[in-house]
Nanobody, 122 residues
Framework: VQLQASGGGLVQPGESVRLSCTFT?????IAWYRQAPGKEREWVSC????????HYANAVKGRFAISGDNTENTVYLQMNNLYAEDTAVYYC???????????????????WGRGTQVTVSS
């Protein structure tokens, strides 16, 4: 397993949770996707591992923040002010090669970790 996501759980609306994605090889970029029941997998955010360039989906912009610790080969997704609609299984994915700003195209990502469940409910 080259990527592993962790940190999910059950939280109430308005609360926060931080997800972690640890990886065991070099990647150009790490992305977070999510998939809610009955819905397609949706891109959330990504970050280049060198340069730390970030990109967010409109649905989470201003509430979520992606960051990284290259010494620990870990990328975080800080999720604040959570809504019920954020409930999903969250996956991290790694792009082995790329250039410029990372993006939402699922085909850019070569390796996927197992998901972690985030449930937002009162």
């Amino acid at each position: 397993v080259q990527l592993q996501a962790s940190g999910g759980g059950l939280v109430q609306p308005g609360e926060s949770v931080r997800l972690s994605c640890t990886f065991t090889r070099n990647y150009y970029a790490i992305a977070w996707y999510r998939q809610a029941p009955g819905k397609e997998r949706e891109w959330v955010s990504c970050r280049t591992t060198r340069g730390g360039r970030e990109h967010y989906a409109n649905a989470v912009k201003g509430r979520f923040a992606i960051s990284g610790d290259n010494t620990e080969n870990t990328v975080y997704l800080q999720m604040n002010n959570l809504y019920a609609e954020d409930t999903a299984v969250y996956y991290c994915a790694g792009a082995r090669e790329g250039w410029g700003l990372c993006g939402a195209y699922i085909g850019d990502y070569d390796d996927w970790g197992r998901g972690t469940q985030v449930t937002v409910s009162s």
